[in-house]
């Protein structure tokens, strides 16, 4: 706080001038705004008063802890917390209306409400009332309670006091009933709010007991408003510690008063150190706004920066109403300095550097819900959104920003006792106290604090006892006992170390002084105490003043060399002619050192200018470096090793590249020059040299080294072509060339037939190829014709010799075995052309041998296991390389072995799950591999093959034999059991089988066989003989009654009687009794439809409800036919189970024409097919026959799974479409992948559109380069394939297809028609899916 000299002067009144930015009341003030609590903030002219619950008087020090601080930083080199906070309490003048008369209170116990009248209170306020702040205070537990005037309700102050809502001014009585506890004491008090403000708090009213409150089920009841009708309600807080008659509420503004109601442009300053380098790598930035900052993407996990940042936040970050501040780099941070450097283009230029710290300064957004471009281009003007936080302070002002401890407002004689109390004048002080002491007693004016009148009083006393101290400020008096020099010299101190300009200079003075106090003061413990705390405070201050002055020369010196490093990178004027480097260090690295001695007080601001230093210090060097290239490159004597060593020098601190580069350019020019000279001077010794060998033809080879010497001089001389030297050279190269090439050849050729005479050999297979070579070469020298013929006959008679050794190779090797011989043969049959099909015999042969022993082991390995799959694998890799069972008798034992060990495992599973479907047709089959087994097992021993093949093979089979019987025995049971349950399934048509199941139910009852199942039978087969020997009986009867006749007959068709004596007794009904034959028939027919209902096997579903429907219609119309109810209800029964049988079948045939493409259909459509089908299954569930359940629900269910499965695919499939269609970078073989996958998954055409469109436009897209390529290259067919496929494409309709609009090919190809270029076939190909998984028919 910068306090007003001139008030403390006059009166030793601290009388506040201003506040220093980056101070604590500063901060104060700052988060006491954003809460919207102007009237908290400490302004200019505000008195202080107290500190830390002291009287601040005007000798005495501003904050106790000052010295103690700095002592411990001194003597221990850290802080205490204790000076971490302190308490200010400041006077200010303000015009406030009176205090309200305490309000009347009444207890309804009744209706458990608190009944508060606020006529009296309202009596006393001469101006108009805007609103009331009513407080409640619970007297048996000292509890206040604050009531919100939206909701009425009474809310613990803790909770609510620091936003508020008034009541309305209108209120005359208020009920209050919500918040209240029962039987409680209560007082209540008020505050007004007018024009001038708010009141103070009235004193409390009447005490009054509350027996019985609203219970929470009476609160259910209670009204509250769900929006509030006064949209301008007035806002206000309650400090926590409340005292009536004193207090006042604090006036909240209007709108947001938290930290994000609105834009914050939150600015960080943050060092970062130690994880700089890749910081560019490992953070996506990118430049917005114009330029002006970097937009932190990104930062990669587990990097240095990442692991630093939690560092970060853990030490350092505080949440401000949801908004985390903290010093560390996060995603849509907006970097605004790095380094000194602003400007994304210097920024990133600076992280390229990879500084070993980085001083930024970094905004971030946060409240208003704008982005980040947006605030930076809009809101970037407005000052008023730019909100920096000190990392140091704002931790603990948020704290004490959150609660207002004391808000109170005393009456003039008060205030004015309390200013004069801490300020110099006595006799001020004693005016005003005077006034107070008339006062006293007066019932309007009472003391709220009468602990001031008391300080007041004391304070009084000192002054008439220090008086004459006070008046002689000197100390010059001669010291005496109780003399007033000691006084003096202590008041002097007090008042020094108290004084508002903080100077270490006075204070010093004041310390210098105390020396002459007397002997006993220097000596107490009080004086010694004194001393050091004012020796610390001056040391304090004076590091305070060195720390300020060394803050502003950095912060000056620092923009100072940055204006020139801007200045000089515009002008670009770094002449290298220059003797000095461009930039004057040495001031701020003097600054720096200075900063050293202040710590983390300063620990941006050196890091920054260390940075600074850092970078232009390089900058220096670059410029010498610059130098000292330029002097090389302008040296005469052209030295190349000057010249690279400053360029190396200059690179290895990061030089430009166009000036190294330029500079290694002019070291291989001069390299190339230098080169060049001593060549010319070689090419002319070399060539005389040459010239004496090639006058003087003699052996092969003789001058190689002086022709090489010539053309290595030619090439690196670098003259012209037509330079007489240079023709003079190639014509005697080109002489010697020819002499060598000539002798060389016949030399050659000589030596090839020598060796090819001798025929074919092992040892020197390559005879015939070096003749043949050798005739190629000299063939074309000119050498004699009779000495080539020679040649090739010697040629022919090795290549027939090769031939017959071959074959003779081939038939030895494969007798004998012998893998390395066979090897070799192949080989060299392959080159002498052996028949193509003695060639591939053998090589399968080979092949066999390489892999026999291998497989060999490979099953020898696996038989010893008891494991399938091994064994299957190795069977399987044995047929791969073309081994057959007849001719490897491992193999063979192998493969009956995994046929035995596969029988084993699934009927041990069958013996285990008692599931015996279709175990007959697997029996017959074990036991054909059984019989192998036998018939295979006695020759094993012969084949030579090994124990353990002839070993697992005999456990196998005993394995296996051991499960048969138990497993003949199943497959009997349930032969007989599914005979036995399609007989009575439907004995009414299977009625003649029932003698032959029972028969081999009875042989399987023994053996498992659910004996009730035969019972049935035999009862059904008895049943069967009864009925037909009735009817018999009633057929051959001469007479007989209509009645008698038609229930024997119903009885004998239901129990499944033959079909030649129904059709008798049906013939005499309907000659004797033909309407009541009639009415029989249709009987009949309906009681067997109802019987075969449930034959799912024999008829669908909608036909098996067909032919009931029919003839329940044709019974029910039938005159003379009445049906029983039992009749009709099993009619409706199964007519309804039938209808849901054939709703699931429906259903099912739909669903699976889904999953295998029949119909079209996308993801949502198949969610919808397993929504109807799971309808489907419940009807089915409730109402279908039991054999449509068993059959229909296993399968629906399946089909539910395989269908939400595939509409998931298929969505997939679809996004994976979707995805490439949108991307910019998708391939045409991409595309088309993702367009085939979604069609091979049956994805909708109609849903692929755009893909297709897009697929096509990436066909087209080179189509006419192409075509144009293939024609000037001749590639007559792929310009006709191309031309065709545009044609098919529709390419005319594009911006590229100019070429196919009028359709003419002949425009393009010189008037040549497609069939003089090409062959074209037209046809059609046809069959089955011939255009892939989604093809059509035909194409």
């Given at each position: 706080?910068?306090?007003?000299?001139?008030?403390?002067?006059?009166?030793?009144?601290?009388?506040?001038?201003?506040?220093?930015?980056?101070?604590?009341?500063?901060?104060?003030?700052?988060?006491?705004?954003?809460?919207?609590?102007?009237?908290?903030?400490?302004?200019?002219?505000?008195?202080?008063?107290?500190?830390?619950?002291?009287?601040?008087?005007?000798?005495?020090?501003?904050?106790?802890?000052?010295?103690?601080?700095?002592?411990?930083?001194?003597?221990?080199?850290?802080?205490?917390?204790?000076?971490?906070?302190?308490?200010?309490?400041?006077?200010?003048?303000?015009?406030?209306?009176?205090?309200?008369?305490?309000?009347?209170?009444?207890?309804?116990?009744?209706?458990?409400?608190?009944?508060?009248?606020?006529?009296?209170?309202?009596?006393?306020?001469?101006?108009?009332?805007?609103?009331?702040?009513?407080?409640?205070?619970?007297?048996?537990?000292?509890?206040?309670?604050?009531?919100?005037?939206?909701?009425?309700?009474?809310?613990?102050?803790?909770?609510?006091?620091?936003?508020?809502?008034?009541?309305?001014?209108?209120?005359?009585?208020?009920?209050?009933?919500?918040?209240?506890?029962?039987?409680?004491?209560?007082?209540?008090?008020?505050?007004?709010?007018?024009?001038?403000?708010?009141?103070?708090?009235?004193?409390?009213?009447?005490?009054?007991?509350?027996?019985?409150?609203?219970?929470?089920?009476?609160?259910n009841t209670r009204t509250v408003p769900l929006e509030d009708p006064w949209q301008e309600r007035p806002r206000f807080a309650v400090p926590a510690e409340l005292v009536p008659g004193a207090s006042s509420p604090v006036q909240l503004r209007f709108g947001a008063r938290d930290f994000l109601g609105s834009l914050r442009r939150i600015r960080i300053r943050t060092v970062v150190q130690g994880c700089t380098r890749g910081l560019h790598k490992e953070t996506d930035l990118c430049s917005i706004g114009d330029g002006v900052a970097l937009l932190v993407e990104r930062i990669a996990e587990d990097s240095m920066l990442a692991k630093w940042n939690e560092e970060k936040k853990e030490q350092y970050a505080f949440t401000v109403h949801g908004a985390e501040v903290a010093p560390y780099l996060r995603a849509g941070d907006l970097i605004i300095r790095i380094n000194g450097t602003s400007g994304a283009a210097g920024m990133l230029k600076e992280l390229k550097r990879c500084p070993d710290t980085l001083a930024i300064v970094l905004e971030r957004r946060s409240g208003g819900?704008?982005?980040?471009?947006?605030?930076?281009?809009?809101?970037?003007?407005?000052?008023?959104?730019?909100?920096?936080?000190?990392?140091?302070?704002?931790?603990?002002?948020?704290?004490?920003?959150?609660?207002?401890?004391?808000?109170?407002?005393?009456?003039?004689?008060?205030?004015?006792?309390?200013?004069?109390?801490?300020?110099?004048?006595?006799?001020?002080?004693?005016?005003?106290?005077?006034?107070?002491?008339?006062?006293?007693?007066?019932?309007?004016?009472?003391?709220?604090?009468?602990?001031?009148?008391?300080?007041?009083?004391?304070?009084?006393?000192?002054?008439?006892?220090?008086?004459?101290?006070?008046?002689?400020?000197?100390?010059?008096?001669?010291?005496?006992?109780?003399?007033?020099?000691?006084?003096?010299?202590?008041?002097?101190?007090?008042?020094?170390?108290?004084d508002i300009a903080a100077d270490p200079e006075q204070l010093l003075v004041a310390i210098k002084l105390f020396s002459q106090a007397s002997h006993a003061v220097r000596t107490s413990q009080v004086g010694g105490k004194l001393l050091a705390r004012a020796q610390n405070l001056e040391a304090l201050w004076r590091w305070q003043q060195d720390c300020a002055s060394t803050r502003a020369d950095m912060l000056e010196s620092v923009e100072a060399i940055l204006r020139h490093e801007a200045e000089l990178c515009a002008s670009r004027q770094q002449q290298t002619t220059s003797e000095d480097p461009p930039h004057d260090l040495e001031p701020l690295l003097k600054l720096l050192e200075r900063a050293t001695s202040f710590g983390d007080e300063m620990e941006f601001e050196r890091a920054e200018a260390g940075e600074v230093v850092n970078r232009l210090n390089l900058e220096n060097d670059r410029f010498l470096a610059r130098r000292e290239i330029d002097l090389a490159a302008k040296d005469p004597r052209e030295n190349e090793d000057?010249?690279?060593?400053?360029?190396?020098?200059?690179?290895?601190?990061?030089?430009?590249?166009?000036?190294?580069?330029?500079?290694?350019?002019?070291?291989?020019?001069?390299?190339?020059?230098?080169?060049?000279?001593?060549?010319?001077?070689?090419?002319?010794?070399?060539?005389?040299?040459?010239?004496?060998?090639?006058?003087?033809?003699?052996?092969?080879?003789?001058?190689?080294?002086?022709?090489?010497?010539?053309?290595?001089?030619?090439?690196?001389?670098?003259?012209?072509?037509?330079?007489?030297?240079?023709?003079?050279?190639?014509?005697?190269?080109?002489?010697?060339?020819?002499?060598?090439?000539?002798?060389?050849?016949?030399?050659?050729?000589?030596?090839?037939?020598?060796?090819?005479?001798?025929?074919?050999?092992?040892?020197?297979?390559?005879?015939?190829?070096?003749?043949?070579?050798?005739?190629?070469?000299?063939?074309?020298?000119?050498?004699?014709?009779?000495?080539?013929?020679?040649?090739?006959?010697?040629?022919?008679?090795?290549?027939?010799?090769?031939?017959?050794?071959?074959?003779?190779?081939?038939?030895?090797?494969?007798?004998?075995?012998?893998?390395?011989?066979?090897?070799?043969?192949?080989?060299v049959a392959r080159a002498a052309g052996v028949e193509k099909t003695l060639l591939e015999d053998a090589v399968r042969f080979l092949r066999k041998l390489q892999m026999e022993d291998e497989i060999n082991k490979l099953l020898e390995g696996v038989m010893e296991a008891r494991a399938l799959d091994s064994l299957e694998a190795a069977v399987q890799r044995a047929h791969h390389f073309d081994f057959l069972e007849d001719e490897n008798p491992m193999l063979r034992a192998g493969s009956l072995m995994a046929h035995m060990r596969f029988w084993t495992t699934e009927f041990q599973k069958v013996a285990e799950t008692r599931d015996s479907t279709g175990l007959q047709f697997d029996v017959d089959k074990a036991n054909v591999v059984l019989r192998k087994v036998e018939d295979v097992l006695p020759t094993l021993h012969a084949t030579g093959v090994p124990e353990v093949a002839f070993r697992t093979c005999e456990r196998d089979m005993k394995s296996l034999r051991l499960l048969m019987p138990k497993i003949r025995d199943l497959a009997e049971v349930r032969v007989a059991e599914d005979a036995l349950n399609r007989v009575l399934g439907a004995v009414e048509r299977y009625a003649a089988d029932l003698p032959e199941v029972i028969m081999k139910g009875d042989k399987a009852?023994?053996?498992?066989?659910?004996?009730?199942?035969?019972?049935?039978?035999?009862?059904?087969?008895?049943?069967?003989?009864?009925?037909?020997?009735?009817?018999?009986?009633?057929?051959?009867?001469?007479?007989?009654?209509?009645?008698?006749?038609?229930?024997?007959?119903?009885?004998?068709?239901?129990?499944?009687?033959?079909?030649?004596?129904?059709?008798?007794?049906?013939?005499?009904?309907?000659?004797?009794?033909?309407?009541?034959?009639?009415?029989?028939?249709?009987?009949?027919?309906?009681?067997?439809?109802?019987?075969?209902?449930?034959?799912?096997?024999?008829?669908?579903?909608?036909?098996?409800?067909?032919?009931?429907?029919?003839?329940?219609?044709?019974?029910?119309?039938?005159?003379?036919?009445?049906?029983?109810?039992?009749?009709?209800?099993?009619?409706?029964?199964?007519?309804?189970?039938?209808?849901?049988?054939?709703?699931?079948?429906?259903?099912?045939?739909?669903?699976?024409?889904?999953?295998?493409?029949?119909?079209?259909?996308?993801?949502?459509?198949?969610?919808?097919?397993?929504?109807?089908?799971?309808?489907?299954?419940?009807?089915?569930?409730?109402?279908?026959?039991?054999?449509?359940?068993?059959?229909?629900?296993?399968?629906?269910?399946?089909?539910?799974?395989?269908?939400?499965?595939?509409?998931?695919?298929?969505?997939?499939?679809?996004?994976?479409?979707?995805?490439?269609?949108?991307?910019?970078?998708?391939?045409?073989?991409?595309?088309?992948?993702?367009?085939?996958?979604?069609?091979?998954?049956?994805?909708p055409e109609s849903l692929l559109l755009d893909a297709y469109a897009k697929l096509r436009k990436k066909k087209i897209e080179f189509l006419p380069g192409n075509l144009k390529n293939a024609l000037a290259q001749g590639q007559n067919a792929v310009a006709v394939g191309l031309w065709q496929r545009g044609l098919a494409l529709k390419i005319a309709e594009e911006r590229n297809g100019a070429d196919w609009k009028d359709g003419v090919f002949e425009k393009l190809s010189n008037n040549r028609r497609l069939d003089d270029l090409a062959i074209m076939k037209m046809g059609e190909f046809s069959g089955e899916r011939s255009g892939g998984a989604f093809g059509t028919a035909t194409w």
């Open positions: 706080v910068v306090w007003s000299d001139e008030a403390f002067k006059q009166s030793g009144s601290r009388i506040v001038g201003a506040m220093k930015d980056g101070s604590p009341v500063t901060r104060w003030n700052t988060w006491q705004k954003v809460r919207g609590r102007s009237g908290c903030c400490v302004q200019a002219g505000d008195q202080l008063v107290r500190v830390d619950g002291l009287w601040a008087y005007y000798d005495a020090e501003v904050g106790i802890n000052d010295a103690n601080e700095a002592m411990l930083a001194i003597d221990k080199g850290e802080s205490s917390e204790a000076g971490r906070s302190i308490v200010l309490e400041f006077l200010r003048p303000v015009l406030r209306p009176p205090i309200p008369a305490a309000p009347q209170l009444e207890a309804w116990d009744s209706m458990g409400h608190l009944v508060i009248n606020f006529r009296l209170a309202a009596s006393r306020i001469p101006y108009k009332i805007l609103g009331w702040a009513l407080c409640i205070v619970d007297l048996d537990r000292g509890l206040w309670f604050v009531v919100d005037g939206a909701s009425r309700a009474a809310i613990f102050l803790g909770v609510a006091g620091s936003d508020c809502g008034a009541l309305d001014p209108e209120i005359t009585k208020l009920h209050v009933s919500h918040g209240l506890a029962s039987n409680r004491t209560y007082a209540v008090c008020v505050s007004c709010l007018s024009p001038r403000g708010w009141s103070a708090f009235s004193e409390l009213s009447r005490p009054k007991h509350l027996s019985h409150a609203l219970s929470s089920l009476d609160e819900g704008g982005s980040n471009e947006s605030d930076l281009s809009q809101q970037d003007q407005l000052e008023d959104s730019l909100f920096p936080i000190d990392n140091r302070l704002d931790v603990d002002a948020v704290q004490a920003a959150e609660t207002i401890q004391w808000y109170t407002l005393l009456s003039p004689n008060e205030a004015i006792l309390a200013a004069r109390l801490v300020e110099s004048e006595p006799q001020g002080l004693e005016v005003a106290l005077q006034a107070v002491l008339a006062t006293t007693g007066d019932e309007h004016s009472p003391l709220r604090h009468p602990s001031i009148l008391q300080d007041a009083e004391r304070r009084s006393h000192v002054f008439r006892r220090c008086g004459p101290a006070l008046e002689d400020g000197s100390g010059s008096r001669p010291a005496s006992r109780g003399g007033v020099q000691d006084d003096t010299v202590l008041l002097g101190m007090r008042k020094a170390m108290g000057a010249l690279t060593a400053a360029l190396d020098a200059g690179e290895a601190i990061g030089l430009e590249e166009h000036v190294i580069e330029a500079g290694r350019q002019l070291v291989r020019d001069w390299r190339i020059q230098h080169a060049k000279n001593a060549q010319h001077d070689e090419l002319f010794t070399s060539v005389a040299e040459l010239r004496l060998h090639v006058a003087n033809r003699g052996e092969i080879g003789a001058g190689a080294d002086e022709q090489r010497r010539v053309r290595r001089a030619i090439a690196g001389s670098g003259l012209p072509k037509d330079d007489p030297l240079v023709k003079d050279a190639v014509a005697l190269l080109k002489r010697w060339e020819g002499d060598n090439l000539a002798l060389r050849s016949e030399a050659r050729l000589q030596n090839a037939v020598r060796r090819a005479e001798k025929g074919y050999s092992p040892d020197e297979q390559s005879a015939g190829d070096l003749l043949g070579s050798a005739i190629a070469e000299v063939s074309q020298q000119g050498v004699d014709a009779q000495q080539l013929d020679n040649a090739r006959n010697a040629l022919a008679f090795w290549q027939a010799s090769r031939l017959r050794r071959a074959r003779i190779d081939l038939a030895t090797a494969m007798e004998y075995r012998d893998q390395d011989f066979l090897k070799d043969a192949v080989g009852a023994p053996k498992g066989l659910d004996k009730d199942l035969v019972r049935q039978a035999k009862e059904h087969l008895k049943a069967y003989d009864s009925t037909v020997k009735d009817l018999t009986k009633l057929v051959e009867a001469e007479v007989v009654a209509g009645a008698e006749i038609k229930s024997a007959l119903i009885k004998a068709r239901l129990a499944g009687a033959p079909e030649e004596l129904i059709k008798r007794a049906s013939d005499r009904m309907d000659n004797e009794f033909p309407d009541l034959w009639q009415c029989t028939r249709v009987e009949i027919e309906l009681l067997v439809a109802l019987r075969e209902a449930d034959d799912i096997a024999e008829l669908n579903a909608a036909g098996r409800f067909m032919r009931v429907q029919n003839a329940a219609d044709e019974a029910k119309g039938m005159r003379g036919l009445e049906l029983s109810n039992d009749v009709l209800a099993e009619v409706d029964e199964i007519s309804l189970a039938l209808a849901a049988e054939r709703t699931l079948a429906v259903e099912i045939t739909q669903a699976e024409g889904m999953l295998d493409g029949t119909f079209e259909a996308d993801a949502d459509k198949l969610n919808e097919i397993v929504d109807k089908l799971k309808r489907a299954c419940t009807g089915c569930d409730a109402s279908a026959q039991e054999e449509a359940k068993n059959t229909l629900l296993p399968k629906a269910e399946v089909l539910v799974e395989k269908l939400e499965q595939e509409a998931n695919s298929r969505a997939d499939l679809l996004r994976h479409v979707r995805n490439a269609v949108q991307a910019r970078g998708t391939t045409k073989s991409e595309l088309r992948a993702v367009l085939i996958a979604a069609r091979q998954g049956f994805v």
